[in-house]
Antibody
Framework: QVQLVESGGGVVQPGRSLTLSCAASGFTFSHYTMHWVRQAPGKGLEWVAIVWYDGSREYYAESVRGRFTISRDNSKNTVWLQMSSLRAEDTALYYC????????????WGRGALVTVSS | EIVLTQSPGTLSLSPGERATLSCRASQTVSRSYLAWYLQKPGQAPRLLIYGISDRATGIPDRFSGSGSGTDFTLTISRLEPEDFGVYYCQQFGGLEHTFGQGTKLEIK
């Protein structure tokens, strides 16, 4: 069955960097657009970034643009989120999710990786 | 950026009752690019409705979506105990996807 498993979360100091991974299985990864979505504690969902199925394009929410980088390796069925210059407001549970194209809903989600930015 | 505003913030209803949730967009959203999700405590969101009115796999027909332009509605005809949680609408018509702030559906 479809599985998305995030890893790499943890506690990091403000201004430092952290990279999240999302390992995909149970489907043809190279056919799907991938996203990162985050949820601050007790808050709603915030879309963070998208990478096209072939890695040719990416786009970011304004709140993370210039600090976060999304990338993928279809040979490894993995998508990453490199986060730099982290701020306290980046503290959240980070989900990866898939969609069949950039104009499609998110039909499968991972369980999330918790990132805490604190000194 | 298209801003989605959901109402009410909290809805208190009993099992068997009808629930009506609203999602209003700051700009026109094409019919194909609007979806609804349910998130239960400690779980990832689950896709319910997409393309405004199409149900995702395994979603019972008591869930229905409607609307057009900037106003959209999710209706649950007869609430079951497993329907309680936080509902989010989402638009994905542009490069920047956005979610509404959520409606919490709680048991009365």
């Amino acid at each position: 069955q479809v599985q998305l498993v995030e890893s790499g979360g943890g506690v990091v100091q403000p201004g430092r960097s952290l990279t999240l991974s999302c390992a995909a299985s149970g489907f043809t990864f190279s056919h799907y657009t991938m996203h990162w979505v985050r949820q601050a504690p007790g808050k709603g969902l915030e879309w963070v970034a998208i990478v096209w199925y072939d890695g040719s394009r990416e786009y970011y929410a304004e709140s993370v643009r210039g600090r976060f980088t999304i990338s993928r390796d279809n040979s490894k069925n993995t998508v990453w989120l490199q986060m730099s210059s982290l701020r306290a407001e980046d503290t959240a549970l980070y989900y990866c999710a898939r969609s069949y194209g950039s104009g499609s809903p998110f039909d499968h989600w991972g369980r999330g990786a918790l990132v805490t930015v604190s000194s | 950026e298209i801003v989605l505003t959901q109402s009410p913030g909290t809805l208190s209803l009993s099992p068997g009752e009808r629930a009506t949730l609203s999602c209003r967009a700051s700009q026109t959203v094409s019919r194909s690019y609007l979806a609804w999700y349910l998130q239960k405590p400690g779980q990832a969101p689950r896709l319910l409705i997409y393309g405004i009115s199409d149900r995702a796999t395994g979603i019972p027909d008591r869930f229905s979506g409607s609307g057009s332009g900037t106003d959209f509605t999710l209706t649950i005809s007869r609430l079951e105990p497993e329907d309680f949680g936080v509902y989010y609408c989402q638009q994905f018509g542009g490069l920047e996807h956005t979610f509404g702030q959520g409606t919490k559906l709680e048991i009365k």
